[in-house]
């Protein structure tokens, strides 16, 4: 069974795109294969989920990467095949690299009022030293519409080097539909989250699967190894009325 579609883009159309290269494409998974994984991961056990309760973040977090369940470690295992790290590679102009650890895997659920403020990710793996050049993700979101909010917004903004660096505005968002996949590159300038909170039924879930890939590219001022966080305020907000 052939899991996911070819990607539906090219590296001139990806590499071009504003602010910073990203991209998102519907249907990605075969069908089948979706909502099982899908149930699959409404089944886990609330015990295996560890809780993130911050000023910047409010979401439930996978604990073990290397216990998933039978799915989901399917998928990872494509996700990280040699075909589709070397697509990616054609696709984002750079030679990627497997994050052996694992540290910038995850498996994220929401519930009403979690969110994710906007953000530029780390540059650098905290203890492979390389740069963090890539990320895809995948949405599996359960009974989840437009109108229940938590979209991955892009923002412009400046570079993430200074302390003090603002953001300018917002360019675009990515409702976290069901079967959704989305990539970005990560530069100074990949300013992005979902700092709308989830506002859905009970029932309802915002399902993130996500996982990074590394280079040995430094041709960037980020030498973080944690994410920069921005609170948008109302003076931002305005400016995109």
Known sequence: MVLFSKLETTKEKYT??????????DSFLESTFAKELQQEI???DD????RYENCFEKKYTLRDKYDFPPLLKKLFDEFTSKSFVNELSEISGYKL????????????????GDKLDIHVDAGLHP?????KQLTV????????SKENGCALEIWEGENVKTPDCKLIKKIDEVIPYYNRFVMFTCNDYSWHGNPEPVCAPSESKRIFITLSYLSDNFNY?????KAFFIKVTFIEIFKNF
């Open 16 to 25: 071009s795109t504003k602010p910073y290269p990203y991209y998102c494409q």
């Open 42 to 44: 409404l089944q886990i």
């Open 47 to 50: 015990s295996k989920w560890d």
């Open 97 to 112: 690299l497997l994050d052996e650890t694992r540290n910038f895997w995850g498996v994220h659920k929401y519930k009403n």
């Open 127 to 131: 203890t492979l030293g390389l740069k």
């Open 137 to 144: 993700g995948l949405y599996l979101s359960y009974n989840f």
């Open 221 to 225: 001022d980020n030498k973080r190894v």
